[in-house]
């Protein structure tokens, strides 16, 4: 099936430490993002990929960090900078066609809790 | 810098009530208007919208764009339990130098239908 997948679904962290959140599609698309949603808010752009080794800083890139290695994964790296790491990841895929309407299509998302 | 402004923040109704939700908008280049339903997980996508006072319908939704005016709604007739969800309004725009699109998403409302 084609799709995105997130894991882990729950993932719990020490204050200091780095975690590394997985985004991997296999739907062919070139761009991918990582957005961030707390209570009573909507979606907040963190980071972009339009293409493999290229991805931009999004609205709230602070404290995080991107790898695009490769077409199929954005890993999400929340660092210990982060202020106030808790909150419900969402990875996205889209075919980039510069100037065309792209959808974007959600993960299942990953909610990390820091304790 | 693109704004998305939704409204109500939050709203309560019985099933089998009509509601209407709003979305206006502050982009530059804009390409299309696309409406997501979000329960406990990851948005789904409803609707994308690109002209103007062409209504979109899907079951019990409907969506339309008014490019004059610069907003959107979303009505949902003969509301059911299980349309209570948050509903997110996002933008899409052009990025500078025609490199791609990007969506700005609005903050959401909040949808409880009571039994």
């Known amino acids: 099936d084609g799709g995105i997948t997130q894991s882990p679904k729950y993932l719990f962290r020490k204050e200091g430490q780095n975690v590394t959140l997985s985004c991997e599609q296999n739907l062919n698309h070139d761009a991918m993002y990582w957005y961030r949603q707390d209570p009573g808010q909507g979606l907040r752009l963190i980071y972009y990929s339009q293409i493999v080794n290229d991805f931009q800083k999004g609205d709230i890139a602070e404290g995080y960090s991107v790898s695009r290695e490769k077409k199929e994964s954005f890993p999400l790296t929340v660092t210990s900078a982060q202020k106030n790491p808790t909150a419900f990841y969402l990875c996205?895929?889209?075919?980039?066609?510069?100037?065309?309407?792209?959808?974007?299509?959600f993960g299942p998302g990953t909610r990390l809790t820091v304790l | 810098e693109d704004k998305v402004v939704q409204s109500p923040l939050s709203l309560v109704v019985h099933e089998g009530d009509t509601v209407t939700l709003n979305c206006s908008y502050e982009v530059t280049n804009f390409r299309s208007l696309l409406w997501y339903k979000q329960e406990k997980k990851a948005p789904t996508f409803l609707f994308m919208l690109?002209?103007?006072?062409i209504e979109k319908k899907s079951g019990r939704l409907s969506s339309i764009l008014d490019k004059k005016e610069l907003f959107s709604i979303l009505n949902i007739t003969a509301t059911q339990t299980g349309d209570s969800a948050v509903y997110l309004c996002a933008v899409e725009a052009l990025i500078h130098n025609n490199a791609g699109n990007m969506l700005t998403f609005g903050g959401g409302t909040r949808l409880m239908v009571k039994p």
């Open positions: 690109t002209s103007s006072g």
């Open positions: 996205a895929s889209s075919i980039q066609q510069g100037g065309g309407r792209d959808t974007q299509y």
